[in-house]
Nanobody, 129 residues
């Protein structure tokens, strides 16, 4: 599976952006998908994840109520809808895919970088105050 993240940009605080993660290759529907972000000088951190079935989602406490993760099986896409953006959301955002067909996912598992088998390149989100 190859992943390509897009949709980043410069936005004012309080604004919204939708990030997209396009997947190519077979059986993307068998993968759980996660979004992570990394700010300069900081470690990559978990943002959100969605199960292979799409019925289980997790978001980090720092974005709860503001970010929503979803996926479109017909288009082999995953999305991260971000609203009420804050300057501290500024980071490069990465999508990852974890092979997990038919299996439930735990938040703990999906929050681990090492759990993912594939990564896309980052897309930069900059939120101005």
């Amino acid at each position: 599976v190859q992943l390509q993240a897009s949709g980043g940009g410069l936005v004012q605080a309080g604004g919204s952006l939708r990030l997209s993660c396009a997947a190519s290759g077979r059986a993307f529907s068998n993968y759980a998908v996660g979004w992570f972000r990394q700010a300069p000088g900081k470690e990559r951190e978990f943002v959100a994840a969605i199960s292979w079935s799409g019925d289980i989602t997790y978001v980090s406490d720092s974005v709860k109520g503001r970010f929503t993760i979803s996926r479109d099986y017909s288009e082999n896409m995953a999305y991260l809808q971000m609203s009420s953006l804050k300057p501290e959301d500024t980071a490069a955002y990465y999508c990852g895919a974890k092979w997990a067909p038919g299996r439930a996912i735990s938040r703990h598992d999906m929050a681990r970088i090492s759990a993912y088998h594939y990564w896309g390149q980052g897309t930069q989100v900059t939120v101005s105050s």
